[in-house]
Structure formats: C-alpha cells, structure tokens
C-alpha cells in the first residue's frame, strides 16, 4: 500500500465521541505507515494529551468557521492531504469551504452521528463561494467497529 497523506479536522479537542473517534482513526492512520496530521480550530481541550507523538499536529489558531476556512485552505495548498476526515458535519462544511477556496483536489469525509445525515449531500455554502463544481462530503457512521476498519473504508474513498 502507497502510503498517503491524510489530515483529521476538529473544530477543537473536547472530549466528545466523535473527536475520540477521529484521533483513533488518525493514529489507526499512522499505525498503518500513513501520515496523518491532526488539524484542530483550537489546540485546547480534554484531549489535548490524548495525540499521540507520531500524529502531526496542526493549530489553525481559530474559533469562528470563516477563519478555520481560511486557515485550514492555505494547510490544502501547503500540504495537499490526498484525504480529510472532519470529525462533524460542521467541520465538514468548514473542509468543504477550505478545498474549494484552496483549489484542492482533497476527497473530503465526515464521521457522522446517527442524527446526521447518512448519505452524501451537497454541503451547504454561501453562493459566492461557488466558482469550482460542487464538492459532495460523504458521511461516514461512527459505529464501523474499529479505528482499522473505519480507515479501510475510508481509503476505499480514495477510489
């Protein structure tokens, strides 16, 4: 397997499931021989101690989605992650926002709740940002078993 770069988008480390979730498939991620950036809005939270070493750490320094958007667009540019896996709806709309302002071919993924949507949507965007196609995130459910099993299906993505 071709190792890839893969980022993981949190809005910021609370201890929330699927916050846990993201950080156990980014190190599933990095187990695997991947090389995985956690890419967070805050650095602050519970689960601040919780990243592993082997994890690259990404702070965008913001709160409001706006400025997560921009930052997290020159990280695209910069760093061109083949994936990104935001860890709610609403940090996907941030991705989604970030890829196009970007001009980055990143496949974008979210780990949905059961009360989110379970099938792909066309994230929901101000029109001026509409000068690229419309980029579709797909939701992935957080009960996939494993952080292994949950990484397979999103490399499978890829595809």
């Known amino acids: 397997m071709i190792p890839m770069r893969l980022a993981i988008l949190l809005t910021d480390l609370g201890d929330r499931s699927p916050h846990r979730a993201a950080i156990a498939l980014a190190e599933a991620a990095a187990s695997a021989g991947h090389e995985a950036d956690l890419v967070a809005g805050s650095p602050h939270g519970a689960l601040r101690s919780a990243r592993s070493p082997r994890l690259g750490a990404v702070d965008l320094g913001r709160r409001t989605a706006a400025g997560m958007a921009f930052t997290l667009s020159r990280y695209l540019a910069e760093r061109r992650p083949a994936l990104l896996v935001a860890a709610t709806a609403d940090a996907g709309t941030v991705a989604g926002a970030a890829a196009l302002l970007s001009r980055?071919?990143?496949r974008i993924l979210w780990l949905a709740t059961e009360s989110?949507?379970?099938e792909p949507v066309a994230l929901p965007w101000p029109a001026w940002?509409?000068?690229a196609p419309r980029?579709?995130?797909?939701?992935l459910p957080l009960d996939m078993g494993p952080p292994e099993?949950?990484?397979?299906?999103?490399?499978?993505?890829?595809?």
């Not at 980029?135 to 939701?139: D, E, F, I, K, T």
């Not at 099993?149 to 595809?159: D, F, Q």
């Open 104 to 106: 980055s071919a990143t």
């Open 116 to 118: 989110e949507p379970q």
């Open 129 to 131: 940002l509409w000068r």
């Open 135 to 139: 980029r579709r995130a797909v939701p």
């Open 149 to 159: 099993v949950l990484l397979r299906r999103c490399l499978a993505e890829l595809r």
